[in-house]
């Protein structure tokens, strides 16, 4: 099991890595150096409702970030052209988030850019290996979703267990099953 730990977090930090290098290439080849990646990233949150735009508090929840950070990055944003700042009609309090024109440009690139990433490694693997690694990602999808509930509630206090489940995770430290060891346990449960 330790061998299967160590190749599977390997293999997830250099697919990581080499999905960040490319999209990094990918903006530079559009010319437009301005962009991080995760700036990209806040381009596709705000995508997401192309008519009506999104709130701050929509796109912190998609993206999992605080409110104060969201609105610094959206600013910059704004500044940079890639997105605007609408009033809502029903409620002048409300403000939507949406993209400029050069922010749909970017975001249409960038989609562009995952979809032809996802068609191109999927003409390479049979029906059966397309199937497993849809159920394998989307079991380590769950725990890590599973896991980040759990850290917010933690965080924020709601969690009536957070004792015993710190408990476990110290346990769990303890004995060597912390990390991606312990990733592998929970998602073959």
Not at 53 to 70: C, E, F, K, M, Y
Not at 90 to 114: C, E, N, Q, W
Request: aromatic share 4%; no cysteine; charged share 30%.
């Amino acid at each position: 099991m330790e061998l299967f730990a160590t190749k599977l977090n390997e293999l997830l930090v250099d697919t990581y890595h080499k999905i960040s290098k490319i999209e990094e290439q990918a903006i530079r080849q559009t010319g437009r150096t301005d962009l991080s990646i995760s700036e990209l990233h806040l381009l596709e949150a705000v995508g997401k409702d192309r008519q009506n735009g999104r709130t701050i508090s929509d796109i912190a929840q998609n993206q999992g970030i605080t409110l104060p950070s969201v609105t610094a990055a959206v600013n910059k944003l704004v500044k940079k052209g890639y997105v605007e700042k609408v009033r809502a009609q029903h409620d002048g309090r409300v403000v939507y988030v949406k993209l400029t024109r050069l922010g749909r440009k970017m975001d249409a690139g960038h989609r562009y850019f995952h979809e032809n990433m996802v068609r191109n490694v999927s003409q390479e693997m049979t029906k059966e290996e397309r199937e497993a690694l849809i159920k394998g990602i989307d079991k380590l999808n769950r725990f890590l979703g599973r896991r980040l509930k759990m850290a917010d509630e933690e965080s924020s206090g709601t969690n009536t267990d957070a004792d015993e489940t710190a408990g476990r995770r110290t346990d769990a430290v303890a004995d060597g099953r912390s990390g991606t060891t312990e990733i592998i346990q929970q998602t073959e449960r």
